[in-house]
């Protein structure tokens, strides 16, 4: 691979989509594991260690299918990012 590390493990959220209405951000979904709610902390304050190490200000998030969570991580790393006072979007 690239020898990139790995800066958090996310389990995965599955959520039941409604006709009328999408489903809530996990991270503000009180029926979803803690274990999200804190993995998505930790590369919160991973990605920000590692954009000041690196002195970046951009993150890039992508994937190599679709499906695989990226606008749910996505949202819910700028939603910590802002919860810390961090910019976001």
Known sequence: ?????????LPVVVQKVRKKHTAPSP????????WFSENMET???RVTKALEDLGGKTLLATNAVPGEGKS??????????????????
Request: aromatic residues 6%.
């Open 43 to 45: 590369l919160q304050l």
């Open 72 to 89: 749910v991580v996505a949202l819910n790393l700028a939603a910590e990012l802002a919860r810390r006072g961090k910019r976001s979007f």
């Open 27 to 34: 991270i503000w979904n009180r029926s979803v594991s803690p």
């Open 1 to 9: 691979m690239m020898n990139l590390p790995c800066l958090a493990e």
